[in-house]
């Protein structure tokens, strides 16, 4: 008799929108994307979303075992289902969830869903992600099931469309952390922190990934000319953090609160109004996340912001605005702890810059060393039950 009893989130995005350009339609075009199981299990289901979409799309999609990444074995191909049916047509921000799929799983192993968009799809609904366990291919015409996809018709992508989750019906003792946060949390650190709980022998908790690049805590761009840059924190965190089996949640956000604001004469759309004070950026971090993240019942870490030191809009005010938000997070007692990001990647004798390793180059997103030196300071408590 299964003990799988429980629904836990393996694998899961934020939805966003795309950069807004005069070309973003795509036509009959296949997504296909391995996702790495962090749990043994029966069954899963799919989470799908238009949230940011201006046009109905029509999604249908199919899972498969994975051979070499980039292709599936097309005999274990099965249709996902929604109320029966092996297409779903989705509405301009609606949300939908497939029926159950009876799948076995096991802890490790990729299995692919891989989604065809037939006709012309208008492709708003995204989000650009990156990591060592982070994988998407798209060819164009219908090969859903398709043992490999043709090579002169197939590109790499790292934009997921569409798909935020994915849950597993598992074990009762496995459990979700929520990584949140910017473009920072978009790419590598929490697939390296996934990777550093396996070596551990952490095999209960999932890392899910809900970043979006540009989002503010407080402030947010109604213009296209910065769409991409999502919704400020009060109308993103209640529903990212509706994941399954999530009970703790790690916030890294507030950079672009920090470093985007300008002046109109510089740029219309980032008044100096938009700059917050430290004690602004806390009030609006507890009022948005910690409150409801308790009302859920979630323990909230939060993770200090890493040095900006040569990025382009740097200055010392800003140094000093940072310094004072993170010496908010690392002795505040609203949070359960604090991940020292900051101190981690640092310079010691420069700690307003990176250590050269741990700095991609533009100064403010990390090296791949850099991320993975992220991962390993958190306290690893969180992937603890």
């Not at 790690?250 to 700059?275: A, C, K, T, Y």
């Amino acid at each position: 008799m299964s003990n799988y009893s429980k629904w836990v989130a393996c694998w899961g995005n934020a939805m966003s929108i795309r950069e807004q350009t005069e070309v973003r339609y795509a036509k009959d075009l296949t997504l296909r994307y391995p996702v790495r199981m962090c749990f043994d299990g029966c069954a899963l289901r799919f989470h799908f979303s238009n949230l940011r979409g201006t046009e109905s799309v029509t999604i249908r999609a199919s899972l498969a075992r994975t051979v070499d990444l980039e292709g599936i074995d097309p005999d274990t191909a099965v249709p996902i289902l929604f109320s029966g049916n092996d297409r779903i047509v989705l509405e301009p921000g609606q949300d939908a969830c497939s029926d159950e799929t009876a799948f076995d799983v096991k802890r490790g192993e990729y299995i692919t869903v891989s989604i065809f968009l037939e006709g012309y799809t208008d492709m708003n609904t995204g989000v650009l992600i990156t990591g060592p366990l982070t994988h998407g291919w798209y060819s164009y015409g219908n090969h859903m099931t398709d043992a490999e996809l043709p090579l002169d018709l197939t590109r790499r992508t790292g934009w997921f469309h569409f798909l935020e989750t994915i849950d597993v019906l598992t074990e009762e003792k496995n459990r979700a952390l929520i990584c949140y946060g910017d473009s920072i949390t978009a790419q590598d650190w929490p697939d390296y922190l996934a990777i550093r709980a396996d070596e551990l022998g952490y095999h209960d908790v999932s890392i899910i990934r809900r970043a979006i690049s540009g989002t503010r805590i407080l402030r947010e761009y109604s213009s296209i000319t910065y769409a991409a840059y999502g919704w400020k924190g009060e109308h993103r965190f209640e529903r990212e953090m509706k994941t399954a089996g999530a009970d703790t949640v790690l916030i890294q956000h507030g950079i672009n609160d920090i470093i985007h604001p300008v002046g109109v004469e510089s740029n219309p759309f980032r008044p100096w109004s938009d700059l917050p004070t430290a004690a602004e950026m806390a009030e609006g971090y507890d009022e948005i996340y910690i409150r409801h993240a308790r009302e859920i019942g979630y323990k909230v870490y939060g993770g200090t912001l890493i040095p900006i030191h040569g990025w382009r809009t740097y200055a010392p005010f800003r140094e000093e605005l940072k310094n004072d938000f993170n010496d908010w997070l690392r002795t505040t007692d609203l949070l359960d702890g604090c991940a020292d990001f900051d101190k981690a990647v640092r310079d010691p004798q420069k700690p307003e810059a990176f250590l050269p390793v741990y700095d991609s180059g533009d100064h403010l997103h990390p090296s791949k060393k850099g991320y993975a030196r992220m991962a390993e300071a958190v306290p690893v408590e969180l992937l603890k039950k």
